[in-house]
């Protein structure tokens, strides 16, 4: 064993303890490897740094900008509601169904598209189920990698131990060859994570978990005494109104209704638009109002062509998906106190308006537009969600107290959504069939998620989950400096070598578990083709078919449970789901185990060792 091998060790032993003991980050952890690979010789710095161009790195990054084209769009939450309303309120079956789904997916496409693409889904069920996101999104991961074990191309292992046969000039696996086992590990694996699996997953919520104790809108509206406040007029023919702009009509100093929306059944976008001060009146728009029932009264009186219009939940539900509310509160500097509302003239500078004042903790009767704002005033904004989320931004005259839980539903580019759909169908076609590698599938989608206008280059950068991205390819170059010192090999040879005399079962035992292990800190599917070699001379050797053990050393390299690093598809969920490396040991080693009983008692009846 030479120096090179045992530095490499020992470097590979600290990185692990490392990580269990989550004293530090695990991407501090990556970039502290990289630069002892760096320091100590072991690997060149071109070598080292060679993670961060790695293909699966930038199809990662390729893969957050698509979700969150999928998010903006509405398409990741109308699947959620779809899978909320097969499965219910029950963790269970939510669980259960989002497993099959995912797996189902993953044995056409690459797994960690079908979990990227999942990732707001799961999330949307968490929030709407009351189900914490840590419930679901480790097994999620999980059943994207067991869903590689379903067919020939679910992942590059199954290609990898295929191609060894054809290079011997054996049959190789067809397309359904890894089915049965894939099924079988993947039932088993869905009934113990449903049955036992609930008490080794976190029980707090990750990072989204308090999304349900957040107030809703429907709170802020209860707080502000407004819940009896939403009317709906239609302007008709002939009315005054019509060509005026809303700066121009007056409405609200001269009524006291506010003008929140207005839908207008021509626009072919979205059927209601927040009011704005140059939005023109136009004959057959429905104005969405906040008055008093005296107010709205007075209004109809005194303006001909106003016909009202009732308020049916079904409005409510509509103007909810483009409108919300925000509440702020006045700083002591803020250029606001002193001012009436008109005077600060708040909607022609935020493109919101100001519903309702709470001073004191108690909500203002009467005419509050004319009151003169005072430090400590909160006040009820609404508008448009986008001009929303703009107004957390603002740090001068006010803070934001709060915004309401519906604000991580809103899809403000739901229009795009048939372009989302589309994109994603093209991408997984080109995938599946191979026509360009897979990280030119995933680039061409994502860039056409921002030329389709699903997603600005703004939001993309910021969906992408940079302690996901440094730990891949901090990770990436120990594979490299194992297979360059020569220490994997060393090991798999060693292994073979001392069980292959205790017969095969006991040979098989020891190809899954060095596999399965070495899988959960470098690629699988550098693991299956370092190790595939090795297990067809053995079973060469020992005068034994080829096939149960490069199929056991497939299904092996698929169980990546037990690290973060282990999979992408793990790292993937590690940022959303607030997961701790021991989040994963303690569920992954049970589901390792359990796979390698079931490969040891079913490869040897579905391919004869003899």
């Not at 900008?65 to 899978?83: K, Q, S």
């Not at 006991?506 to 470098?522: K, N, P, R």
């Amino acid at each position: 064993m030479t120096g090179d091998i045992l530095l490499v060790f020992g470097l590979l032993l600290v990185t692990i303890l490392l990580f269990v003991s989550d004293r530090l980050r695990m991407d501090i952890v990556a970039i502290l490897a990289v630069l002892a690979l760096m320091l100590s010789g072991l690997l060149a710095p071109k070598e080292a740094l060679a993670g961060f161009g790695d293909p699966l790195v930038v199809l990662i990054a390729g893969l957050f900008v698509i979700g969150e084209g999928l998010f903006r769009t509405g398409v990741a939450f109308a699947i959620g509601n779809w899978l909320l309303g097969v499965a219910g309120s029950s963790e269970t079956r939510l669980l259960v169904l989002l497993m099959l789904v995912v797996a189902g997916l993953s044995a056409f496409m690459s797994n960690t598209g079908a979990v990227a693409v999942f990732i707001p889904v799961a999330l949307n069920l968490s929030k709407k189920a009351g189900v914490p996101a840590t419930r679901l999104l480790m097994p999620m991961a999980f059943a994207g990698s067991l869903g590689g074990m379903l067919t020939l191309i679910g992942t590059p292992p199954n290609l990898v131990v295929s191609n060894q046969l054809s290079r011997e000039g054996l049959q190789a696996f067809n397309f359904f060859s890894f089915t049965p086992l894939g099924v079988l590990i993947l039932v088993a694996t869905i009934i113990f994570i449903s049955v036992l699996g609930r008490f080794l997953l976190p029980k707090d919520g990750g990072p989204g978990a308090n999304a349900q104790d957040r107030l809703s809108v429907d709170d802020l509206v209860k707080a502000y005494a407004i819940d009896d406040q939403l009317f709906r007029l239609r302007i008709e023919s002939g009315s005054p109104l019509l060509g005026q702009t809303l700066g121009q009509a007056l409405l609200q100093s001269r009524f006291g209704v506010i003008v929140v929306a207005v839908s207008r059944p021509s626009q072919g976008d979205a059927a209601v638009k927040p009011a704005l001060v140059h939005t023109e009146y136009r004959a057959g728009d429905t104005l969405y109002l906040v008055a008093t029932e005296q107010q709205v009264g007075e209004l109809l009186r005194t303006v001909e062509g106003l016909q009202r219009l009732s308020v049916e939940a079904q409005q409510r539900q509509l103007i909810a998906q483009e409108l919300g509310l925000a509440e702020v509160l006045l700083t002591p500097r803020s250029q606001l106190v002193g001012q009436t509302i008109k005077e600060a003239h708040f909607r022609e500078r935020y493109g919101l308006s100001v519903l309702a004042i709470q001073r004191m903790g108690k909500p203002m009767q009467g005419n509050f537009l004319a009151t003169r704002l005072d430090f400590g005033d909160s006040l009820l904004i609404g508008g448009g969600w986008r001009q929303i989320d703009l107004l957390q931004a603002e740090q001068s005259d006010f803070s934001v107290l709060t915004i309401p839980r519906e604000m991580d539903e809103v899809a403000p580019q739901r229009e795009r959504a048939p372009w989302a759909l589309a994109i994603v169908a093209g991408m997984l076609a080109l995938m599946t069939f191979n026509v360009v590698p897979s990280v030119t599938a995933v680039l061409l989608a994502a860039l056409a998620m921002v030329l389709a206008r699903c997603v600005s280059m703004e939001e993309a950068y910021k969906s992408i989950n940079w302690q996901s991205i440094i730990l891949i390819a901090g990770m990436l170059p120990m594979a490299t400096a194992l297979s360059k010192t020569g220490a994997l090999e060393l090991m798999i040879s060693g292994l073979v070598s001392s069980l292959g005399e205790l017969g095969p079962l006991a040979l098989l035992a020891g190809l899954f578990a060095l596999t399965s292990i070495f899988s959960q800190f470098i690629s699988n599917t550098a693991t299956a083709v370092l190790v595939a070699p090795i297990a067809m001379g053995a079973a060469t050797s020992m005068q034994l078919s080829p096939y149960p053990f490069l199929m056991t050393v497939a299904l092996a390299a698929s169980t990546a449970f037990s690290t973060p690093m282990a999979s992408p598809v793990n790292t993937l969920v590690l940022g959303p789901g607030g997961y701790r490396f021991n989040d994963f040991v303690k569920m992954g080693v049970p589901l390792q185990l359990l796979a390698m009983l079931l490969t040891l008692l079913a490869v040897p009846l579905l391919f004869p060792l003899h």
